[in-house]
């Protein structure tokens, strides 16, 4: 079974500082998606990475994607209480594939 | 915003009543999902579509059934309903062509079987 994993599970911290979460496979993926879900509604996509070493930045949010494709991180400078949510990553393995997602990250920002 | 719309929005319903749940999409996406999630879990794939009347199973498929007559709408039936299946359902849209597996996302339907 292919799996996204992702870390910390869950991760309280206060306004105003940094912080990394993490999406890793032992499968090589063509792209992984980002996205955040608030309370009571979808999930939003934020963004997509697709070439090994890839960093995409929005706002204070930067995504990086593995030099092997088999890993992801989402690095918040500065974390406001609006980037309270769930994080999820989603990719699919092979061109054929569907989709999998990662069980998520739930941040908290304290103000 | 793919301008997807789910009906009903939450639905308390007794043990082994059928149960439709509505997809409705504006943005002419190809391809349609749905999807419940749950604790522990995460978002597991039911059943997807892949054009009208072209559906297929997904992880979760068990119990469950699809129809898509419409471009726009992906219907999925809990044929008899049981309280294993008290969840939030999300239906997601993608476009054909995007090459990159970006899927959007509706309200979810909190669905509670008792």
């Known amino acids: 079974t292919q799996l996204l994993e992702q870390s910390p599970q869950f991760l309280s911290i206060q306004e105003g500082e940094n912080l990394t979460v993490y999406c890793n496979s032992s499968s090589v993926f063509s792209s992984l998606q980002w996205y955040r879900q608030e309370p009571g509604e979808g999930p939003v996509l934020l963004v997509t990475v697709v070439t090994g070493g890839e960093v995409k930045k929005l706002k204070r949010l930067t995504f990086q994607f593995g030099d092997a494709r088999k890993d992801s991180s989402l690095h918040i400078t500065a974390a406001q209480p609006g980037d309270t949510g769930l994080y999820l990553c989603?990719?699919?393995?092979?061109?054929?594939?569907?989709?999998?997602f990662g069980k998520g990250t739930r941040l908290h920002i304290l103000p | 915003d793919a301008g997807i719309t789910q009906s009903p929005r939450h639905k308390v319903t007794e043990t082994g009543t059928p149960v439709t749940l509505r997809c409705h999409q504006t943005?002419?996406?190809?391809?349609m999902y749905w999807y419940r999630q749950d604790p522990g879990h995460g978002l597991r794939l039911i059943h997807y579509?892949?054009?009208?009347?072209?559906?297929d199973k997904g992880e979760v498929s068990d119990g469950y059934s699809v129809s898509r007559s419409k471009t726009e709408d992906f219907l999925l039936t809990l044929e008899s309903a049981t309280s294993s299946q008290t969840s939030v359902y999300f239906c997601?849209?993608?476009?054909?062509?995007?090459?990159?597996?970006?899927?959007?996302f509706g309200p979810g339907t909190r669905l509670t079987v008792t």
């Open positions: 579509s892949y054009g009208v009347k072209d559906t």
């Open positions: 989603a990719g699919a393995p092979g061109r054929d594939d569907k989709i999998i």
């Open positions: 997601a849209t993608e476009s054909e062509g995007q090459g990159s597996d970006e899927q959007y």
């Open positions: 943005e002419n996406h190809r391809y």
